[in-house]
């Protein structure tokens, strides 16, 4: 068994479907499986040029790979089935489309005490009381629910006996920044989102060939804490970079990488190849910034910014930095 895992190193947003994408294209797996999270991610990547955002479904079923949503999700049944009949209209394979049946499931009822939040500003889909009820035993899972039955599959037998030595990329959602361990607590979401939740999702951690970090060359957040930079180039930024998000729509808070939380989150999650996406972004505004600590440092030019940060990167055990510019990927 290979696995292949992308982490976001941020606060969700930075391009993980894109790097997925791109990784699908150029390597052999036999699965794709989502690892944390459920349809308050919303995954957008461009197949053909055509522009297509998902929130359950991983992107192996664009590939004609089977693409599975492991048991560290939740899983929203009218959200699913509604993804999967799209994909279906637009002539992708479906059948490839699979979930774990000790997925745990996301009901009304859970949406609907989502939606009274106020502080912590989630995106409202009934994330956080879903995976509360699965850790206090009293949730419900895929296996117990009629309408997904046809999408059913032990992914220990899948994995273990159905497939002879499975090649699996492992796709995740939202940031190190927002994981419920690791991230600025109480603004986080409600699942791991490190290399750590991937292997709870059925791989040992002697499987692990890569882990792809994902980042952008500036930091985005969206929630309720002050995170918007004073400058008005932040707003620019927004508008350049189209910086709103794919599941609520809401604008994204915008400052400067965080050089400290970048470190954390190659550390912890062990990143071999560290790609930082929307340079060009930065490159339009003509500003190359990020925060040391409590101080911005400030650069002449984008390739004296990329050559610090590749060198501190590298300083860490990182084996590769790609910095990507649109249509670019890796």
Known sequence: MIADIVVDLQYGDSGKGKVAHELCKKEDYTHVI???????????????????????????VFFGIKSIIGPGCVVHPETFIGEVENLKNMGF?????????NTHVITDFHVAQDKKDTEIGTTKRGNGP???????????????????????IDIYHELYEETENPIILFEGAQGFGLDVDWGDYPYVTSSHCTVGSAL???VPASAVRNVWGVAKVYETYVGQKKFHGDDKVFDEIR?????????????????????????????????????????????EVRKWKIFEGLYVKEFDAAQDMEEWITDRALELGVEEVFFSRSPKAI
């Open 130 to 152: 879903a995976y509360r009820d699965k850790y206090s035993r009293k949730g419900v899972r895929a296996i117990d629910v009629p309408e997904l039955e046809e999408y059913l």
């Open 200 to 202: 709870l999702n059925g």
């Open 34 to 60: 989502r690892y944390n999270g459920g349809c308050n991610a919303g995954h957008t990547i461009y197949h053909e040029n055509e522009k297509i955002i998902t929130h359950h479904i991983p992107c192996g």
């Open 239 to 283: 508008e350049l970079g189209e910086e709103y998000g794919s599941t609520t729509g809401r604008a994204r808070q915008i400052n400067w990488l965080d050089m400290d939380l970048l470190e954390r989150a190659i550390n912890v999650n062990g990143v071999a190849k560290l790609v930082l996406n929307k340079a060009d972004i930065l490159d």
């Open 93 to 101: 394979d479906t059948s490839l489309i699979k979930i774990s049946s």
